[in-house]
């Protein structure tokens, strides 16, 4: 990289992946590490996301560093018209590091080609989130000890899921197989149908769940939300589908775990939480050493 | 090659640029790109002439003016099929067709409205991802316009 960014997980190498969850492996053997001594780190939250938000500054943390921030637009300046360029140039004088959540797409791009810190997106939009990414291909490694010739099942909103879309980018690098299993109306988008046909990389679509969980390695769930549909009544006839419950999970292969972004609402029923194969706390406490890694790794702490 | 050019419908020039093929509904964005209401040469525009391909066309002759292959493929997003006749002493000189260039910047609106270009005044920029039925990738949101929702400055 010509910038020591994290805009898009698209702009990192297999190689600079690897790196990334190598150290996220040392941080979770070794969880305090004072190497952001002295450094301040901005989180500009333009939306609220407390996850994410808790995650990065439990990372600076740990790490010995110290934040300065604002968690939502309305307690900033922003919200007297300031602009994102004048934001950032600003914030970018007090500070070694900025990362920034914001509803509008392209705005963590544009933010680095004025910042003259370092800018790691937390969220664009509907548009990218690579450090939820780099933590999601954490977990994955972690639990199969590989991330080549995987079967993922992405499950839920698979048409206006960034999470989803990133992750399918990121595996595409691995020979992975995509099932993507969602109502009609949140189908994977074309332009991902021909990104991985251009790879020549195989995927199957599915209206049902029950039809392919026992051959998956990995079940990568997510939201649907009822605001996503035009028609009420096709929400509440397929809601029900999309949520995972323990009885079918008896047949799944012993490797299988289930992720999710978080939070949930009821697509996971809460009986699964105790099943040996879900995933996705664990996968939460993953995104504190994957933060570290990518943030002693931007600023050259750790080699 | 006979270069004398004897089908052009409106009256010839000197010396310059004659584009041809281009749609007709598309004259005034490639007038626009090419900031042609700006300069003063001689210039005579032609529209809605009957073309077997193109239903009605539009030709410009442009008199003294050669473009740079770069600044000429902009158009390429309105008029792919634009011909491009070079003149001198009369005569056609040298034909060329637009190409798509790989990178566009500044001069068609990214078409997600959720896009940082389309909320600060930033210049677009994109990458063309598919040249023959043109779409174009957003630097800044990554989303993908095709040639039916692309709007040009
Ligand atoms: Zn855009």
């Known amino acids: 990289m010509e910038n020591n960014h994290l805009i898009s997980i698209t702009d990192y190498s297999k190689e600079e992946i690897f790196k990334i969850l190598d150290l996220a492996a040392e941080f979770e053997r070794n969880p305090n590490q004072n190497l952001l001594n002295n450094k301040v780190i901005a989180t500009l939250f333009f939306e609220p996301s407390t996850r994410t938000r808790l995650s990065f500054e439990s990372a600076i943390s740990r790490l010995g560093g110290k934040y300065i921030g604002f968690t939502d637009a309305s307690s900033s300046s922003v919200s007297k018209g300031e602009s994102l360029k004048d934001t950032i140039m600003t914030v970018a004088n007090y500070s070694d590091m900025i990362i920034m959540r914001h509803p509008i797409e392209g705005s963590a791009r544009w933010a680095s080609e004025v910042s003259r810190v370092p800018v790691v997106n937390a969220g664009d939009g509907a548009n990218q989130h690579p450090t939820q990414t780099l933590l999601d291909l954490y977990s994955i490694r972690k639990t199969q000890g590989t991330l080549d010739n995987l079967n993922i099942i992405f499950v839920g909103d698979l048409k206006y899921g960034r999470t989803v879309h990133s992750l399918l980018q990121a595996m595409a690098m691995f020979n992975t197989t995509y099932h993507f299993v969602s109502p009609k109306e949140l189908r994977i988008p074309d332009e991902y149908k021909i990104f991985l046909d251009r790879k020549g990389l195989k995927y199957h679509e599915y209206r049902d769940l029950n039809e392919t969980v026992n051959d998956a390695d990995i079940i990568y769930m997510t939201r649907i939300q009822r605001e996503r549909f035009s028609d009420p009544m096709e929400y509440e006839k397929t809601k029900n589908s999309y949520v995972l419950k323990n009885e079918m999970l008896e047949n799944t292969k012993d490797n299988m775990k289930v992720l999710h972004p978080l939070p949930r609402v009821n697509e996971i029923d809460v009986n699964v939480d105790e099943n040996e194969k879900a995933y996705y706390f664990t996968q939460a406490l993953n995104g504190v050493y994957t933060r570290q890694a990518i943030i002693t790794h931007i600023l050259g702490l750790k080699k | ?153």
Do not use: W
Not at chain 2, 75 to 91: E, F, G, R, T, V
Not at chain 2, 120 to 127: A, D, N, P
């Open chain 2, 1 to 153: 090659m006979v270069m004398n050019d004897k089908k052009l419908q409106v009256s010839a020039i000197k010396n310059g640029t004659v584009i041809d093929h281009i749609p007709a509904s598309g004259l005034f964005k490639v007038i626009k790109i090419l900031g042609l209401d700006k300069l003063e040469k001689q210039i005579t525009f032609g529209t809605n002439l009957e073309s077997k391909r193109l239903g009605l066309k539009a030709i410009i002759k442009l008199a003294d003016i050669f473009f740079l292959d770069d600044d000429i493929n902009k158009i390429s997003l309105i008029a792919p099929d634009a011909k491009l006749n070079i003149i001198k002493d009369y005569k056609v000189v040298e034909k060329k067709i637009v190409e798509v260039p790989d990178t566009i910047t500044g001069i068609a609106k990214c078409g997600n409205p959720k896009c940082i270009t389309n909320h600060e005044g930033i210049k677009s920029r994109f990458t063309v991802v598919n040249k023959k039925q043109v779409a174009i990738k957003c630097h800044y949101c990554e989303k993908i316009t095709d040639s039916a929702h692309m709007e040009i400055f």
